[in-house]
């Protein structure tokens, strides 16, 4: 049940033809759970916590540094050193009350992904290397917890929905393979990328809207131009072929 003052804070969403009370009552039962903290994390996370969805996992093992602060727009001057999922909480709990967050000070692995994410409806990919996005897409498909993946580099970004068997999963389209060096990024790609995030989360668990499922978005911010090519599953991806 929302209180009065929960449907005053949400007033201005819950006017939108199909959003309404038991739309809002949904999202705040939904646990959804956000691998990252930082440039992807920081504008997904400051959507879902103001829109209301009630349960956040917040995993992230770094520590502020003073180079996150172009991007990574949840922490400060005066959190550098902090971890970064602390900072975190700090953050979004000040704009929304109302709701649960859970930070974990851990980096994800194949030992302790599905107790991570045990529960969560959803998965979302703020991670900035394909290592640990690998083991996220695994855990992903195992649970059967739908997944977006998203990743931004420079100027440039890209976004889809994972749910196998009715999409392909990340390792069916992206392999293996080592991060390279610095990643530079700017920081409203970020932006623009993790907002994307934010509202394929609240449309996924709202349902409502269509997903980018079997559909990866690519956005180039010079261009301003966004372009959207069919990703098909691999019969013998070695993650998702007997999902
Ligand atoms: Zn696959």
Same mark, same amino acid.
């Given at each position: 049940?929302l209180t009065p003052e929960e449907i005053q804070l949400y007033a201005r969403q819950l006017g939108i033809p199909s959003w309404g009370i038991p739309v809002q009552e949904k999202l705040k039962k939904s646990k959804v759970f956000v691998a990252g903290s930082g440039g992807l994390g920081s504008p997904l996370l400051y959507y879902l916590a103001a829109a209301g969805i009630g349960k956040l996992v917040l995993c992230d093992y770094d520590r502020v540094d003073i180079s996150n602060l172009n991007r990574?727009?949840?922490?400060? #001057? @005066?959190? !550098?050193?902090? #971890?970064?999922? @602390? ?8 704009? %929304? *009350?109302?709701? @649960? ?5 851990? $980096? ?6 599905? $107790? ?26 195992? %649970?059967?917890? *739908?997944?977006?993946? =998203?990743?931004?580099?420079? &100027?440039?970004?890209?976004?889809? &929905?994972?749910? *196998?068997?009715?999409? *392909? ?7 293996? +393979?080592?991060?390279?060096?610095? %990643? ?19 449309? #996924? ?9 079997? $559909?990866?978005? &690519?956005?180039?911010?010079? =261009?301003?131009? &966004?372009?959207?090519?069919? !990703? +098909?599953?691999?019969?013998?991806? =070695?993650?998702? +072929?007997?999902?």
């Open positions: 049940m990574q727009t949840l922490h400060a #001057y @005066d959190r !550098i050193g902090e #971890y970064k999922v @602390d900072s975190a909480e700090k953050t979004l709990i000040r704009m %929304n *009350p109302f709701i @649960d967050i859970t930070p974990v000070r851990a $980096r994800i692995t194949n030992r302790n992904a599905a $107790r991570l994410t045990g529960e969560a409806d959803l998965i979302v990919d703020c991670l900035d290397n394909f290592q640990d996005r690998h083991v996220l897409n695994t855990v992903s498909v195992r %649970n059967r917890i *739908p997944m977006i993946h =998203a990743g931004v580099s420079e &100027f440039r970004g890209q976004i889809t &929905f994972l749910n *196998p068997p009715e999409t *392909p999963c990340l390792a069916c389209f992206i392999s293996e +393979k080592k991060s390279r060096g610095v %990643n530079y990024i700017a920081g409203a790609a970020a932006g623009v990328i993790g907002s994307l995030q934010a509202v394929e989360s609240i449309k #996924y668990l709202a349902g409502f809207g269509s997903t980018l499922k079997n $559909r990866l978005l &690519f956005w180039d911010g010079l =261009a301003m131009s &966004f372009e959207t090519v069919r !990703i +098909k599953r691999n019969p013998k991806c =070695a993650v998702c +072929k007997n999902a």
